[in-house]
């Protein structure tokens, strides 16, 4: 049973528009939420995160948004970039259990 | 500060042998986890060790083991190889705290043979 589910397997979007990734989870114990993103050959590298505390968590380009009531998450990057095209791993978790990922998305930024 | 290290980066093995791959955290973080990624899967969690000890298990078969040191350093081992163990295996470590990302290594990406 997949407690995080990243429906859409790939997006593109063209270079300086928004991307919005979207994620959804099953478990309302979930406390904590993370986006990855992957490169080919390389591990994922963490990109943000929030806290069930929160609705909005912002870094430079990238922000996360909660809505804990419909249990989905989505990431907006702003503006994309050629740099931004990479598997996005959405993830999440319930205190210190095990951190617990989604499929992915494929991003592809278009020039 | 150096970054997880994970070796060998790639290994070849036949069915029915065994392997064991090994990895290095960040310094001072006490937590490694192991994850294996196949296409279309995801990462998929097999275990986390926290000072020695494992703290959490995912669903894979006792095949799959593993063990930390006392230098935090950890290591993999899968027994009796079967075609569908052919993956990336990812290691990734954290302070082990609540609400602590995880940083990963590069993979050891392993194909059965």
């Known amino acids: 049973d997949q407690q995080v589910k990243q429906n859409s397997p790939s997006l593109s979007v063209q270079e300086g528009r928004i991307s919005i990734l979207n994620c959804d989870y099953t478990?309302?114990?979930?406390?904590?939420f993370l986006w990855y993103k992957k490169y080919p050959a390389e591990g994922p590298t963490f990109l943000i995160s929030?806290?069930?505390?929160?609705d909005k968590n912002e870094d430079g380009r990238f922000t996360v948004f909660l809505n804990k009531s419909a249990k989905h998450l989505s990431l907006h990057i702003v503006p994309s970039q050629p740099g931004d095209s990479a598997v996005y791993f959405c993830a999440a978790s319930a205190g210190d259990d095990k951190i617990i990922f989604g499929k992915g998305t494929r991003l592809h930024i278009l020039p | 500060k150096a970054g997880v290290t994970q070796t060998p980066r790639y290994l070849i093995k036949t069915r029915g042998q065994q392997v064991t791959l090994s990895c290095s955290p960040i310094?001072?973080?006490?937590?490694v986890s192991w994850y294996q990624q196949t296409p279309g899967q995801g990462l998929q969690f097999l275990f986390e060790?926290?000072?020695?000890?494992?703290?959490n298990k995912g669903n894979f078969p006792g095949r799959f083991s593993g063990r930390q040191f006392s230098n935090s350093r950890s290591e993999m081992n899968v027994s009796t190889l079967e075609l569908g163990d052919s993956a990336l295996y990812l290691c990734a470590s954290s302070s082990g705290l609540a609400d602590s990302p995880l940083h990963f290594g590069n993979g050891t990406r392993l194909t059965v043979t």
């Open positions: 060790y926290f000072s020695e000890t494992q703290r």
């Open positions: 478990n309302s114990m979930f406390d904590y």
């Open positions: 310094s001072g973080h006490r937590s």
């Open positions: 929030i806290s069930s505390i929160k």
